[in-house]
T-cell receptor, first 109, second 115 residues
């Protein structure tokens, strides 16, 4: 069974701090997606990582992929309140996306 | 681009009633997905269409649920009869490529409450 596990599931941090969300998946994959969901809203695509060693950055968010370790990370640099949301990673299989449980990130002033 | 369009945005109904959710995918996208999101179960794929043909419906909970895609620009998800445990947010998503091969773009969702 395909599995995607994120940790932590809940993260409360202060503005200005750095932190990393981890996403482990259970099978080989050449693509990994990150999505953001604000409370009561839809899922917004952030990044797609297509190969081993891929790194994508947008503002204070940076995502990377290590296919050998079956691990993707989402790094937050100097967090700001606007980044408070739930972040999902998803493994891209031939038939579907398999989503992790989501990491609820709260950034306090 | 208007993005994925879903209607209604909110639906409140009583147990036993029929519910129909609607979705218009992004123009030019070949794949359409219906998801359900709850606190307990997270995000679940219900059914996936490619070129209007159902490819994987293994996530459809039971016979009370049915989905159709009569053409490339319209899909419906029907629940008949509805039950309180069907209360959830239902998302429609579309992508250019099939399965998990391309980024899926999500609609705003339909929040369903079954009393």
């Amino acid at each position: 069974e395909l599995k995607v596990e994120q940790n932590p599931l809940f993260l409360s941090m202060q503005e200005g701090k750095n932190y990393t969300i981890y996403c482990n998946y259970s099978t080989t994959s050449d693509r990994l997606y990150w999505y953001r969901q604000d409370p009561g809203k839809s899922l917004e695509s952030l990044f797609v990582l297509l190969s081993n060693g891929a790194v994508k950055q947008e503002g204070r968010l940076m995502a990377s992929l290590d296919t050998k370790a079956r691990l993707s990370t989402l790094h937050i640099t100097a967090a700001v309140h606007d980044l408070s949301a739930t972040y999902f990673c998803a493994y891209g299989g031939a038939q579907k996306l398999v989503f992790g449980q989501g990491t609820r990130l709260t950034i306090n002033p | 681009d208007a993005g994925v369009i879903q209607s209604p945005r909110h639906e409140v109904t009583e147990m036993g009633q029929e519910v129909t959710l609607r979705c218009k995918p992004i123009s030019g996208h070949n794949s359409l997905f219906w998801y359900r999101q709850t606190m307990m179960r997270g995000l679940e794929l219900l059914i996936y269409f490619n070129n209007n043909v159902p490819i994987d419906d293994s996530g459809m909970p039971e016979d009370r649920f049915s989905a159709k895609m009569p053409n490339a620009s319209f899909s419906t998800l029907k629940i008949q009869p509805s039950e309180p445990r069907d209360s959830a947010v239902y998302f429609c998503a579309s992508s250019f490529g099939g399965g998990g091969r391309d980024t899926q773009y999500f609609g705003p969702g339909t929040r369903l409450t079954v009393l």
